[in-house]
């Protein structure tokens, strides 16, 4: 399944590529002179479409084969999709205001932890804990943590390979926690999201042939703040 996110992911970027002449006039990144940007011709920013089509398709195949329940599957891509869409329309338009944004990532937030039990429960300080324990601070505090987390990936996603890098390191990191607590649908879900990050990679770096976008950088950054409150949540 990991395997099948990668190349499911890795085909879908070439296919982004191949056809680039297509969609440049409404995917192209194009650099403006006196910007932060150091890419120099217009390069497509919708490399999130190969990261979610590839961790959604082995999400799929883990269905089929009784990894994971059926509905499981479902609310997963409900509850991440809001960040996702609000970051593509943004990649698609660069039109939508970031305050837009940042309310389909509270949106996806607020989603998760009412399907997915993705509650920031306790973060070991001592007083903030104890407001925690009342649902509706941990229900604000949850959506504020996971919204932070999208926007600081979105905020690093403007060198060849250092979001999905991270994204890449901190799923890493969550699924060996979750395998040293034994629990499997973390690990799948984290090996699914190593493998469709790869899957981008290989266009990504070093030659920067194509972008992650807002929508791939909410997708990721939404993706870790969940898993990582899923995690914390279930296992003290």
């Known amino acids: 399944m990991f395997l099948l996110s990668f190349a499911v992911s890795f085909c879908v970027g070439y296919l982004i590529l191949r056809f680039e002449h297509l969609h440049r006039c409404f995917t192209g990144d194009v650099a403006i002179r006196g910007s932060h940007k150091v890419h120099h011709s217009a390069v497509s920013r919708i490399g999130g479409v190969s990261i979610l089509v590839g961790w959604f398709v082995g999400l799929a195949m883990a269905g ?42 509270f949106l996806s937030a607020g989603l998760a932890y009412t399907l997915l039990g993705a509650a920031v429960s306790r973060v070991d300080v001592v007083g903030l804990d104890a407001l925690l324990v009342m649902p509706a601070m941990a229900f604000v505090f949850t959506c504020f943590a996971v919204g932070g987390v999208a926007h600081a990936i979105n905020i690093i996603d ?27 649908e973390i690990v799948l879900m984290c ?3 190593v493998g469709a990050v790869l899957g981008f990679r290989v266009w990504n770096y070093p030659s920067g042939r194509i972008f992650c976008g807002d929508g791939g950088a909410y997708f990721l950054g939404a993706y870790v703040a969940i898993l990582s409150a899923i995690l914390v949540h279930r296992h003290s």
Not at 84 to 92: A, R
């Open 64 to 105: 089929y084969y009784h990894r994971v329940q059926l509905d499981t599957i479902a609310i997963w891509l409900v509850c991440l999709l809001p960040a996702f869409l609000g970051g593509l329309v943004e990649d698609l338009t660069k039109a939508v205001p970031p305050i837009i944004r940042l309310f389909a990532a």
């Open 158 to 184: 403007g060198l060849n390979g250092l979001a999905s890098g991270v994204c890449l390191m901190a799923l890493l990191a969550l699924g060996y926690v979750a395998f040293q607590v034994e629990d499997a």
């Open 191 to 193: 090996g699914l999201g």
